[in-house]
């Protein structure tokens, strides 16, 4: 938990100094929803890219 605590001061200080709380709050959301991401990759519950990229075309000529 130390590890976690230590990535959020980190991220904090590399903030600019004029940043709002809501500023901060959209980093750590932005940052949760990416480490949710990965983990999914990580377990193997991602969508192929050949998917996606049909998906993408089935959207885009729509």
């Given at each position: 938990?130390?590890?976690v605590k230590q990535q959020v001061?980190?991220?904090?200080?590399?903030?600019?100094?004029?940043v709002t709380v809501d500023d901060i709050?959209?980093?750590l959301y932005f940052k949760l929803?990416?480490?949710?991401?990965?983990?999914e990759l990580d377990?193997?519950?991602g969508i192929p890219h050949?998917?996606?990229?049909?998906?993408?075309s089935?959207?885009?000529?729509a």
């Open positions: 938990m130390a590890a001061i980190q991220m904090i200080q590399s903030l600019p100094e004029e709050m959209a980093e929803q990416v480490d949710a991401g990965l983990k377990e193997g519950k050949e998917e996606i990229e049909k998906l993408m089935k959207w885009l000529t």
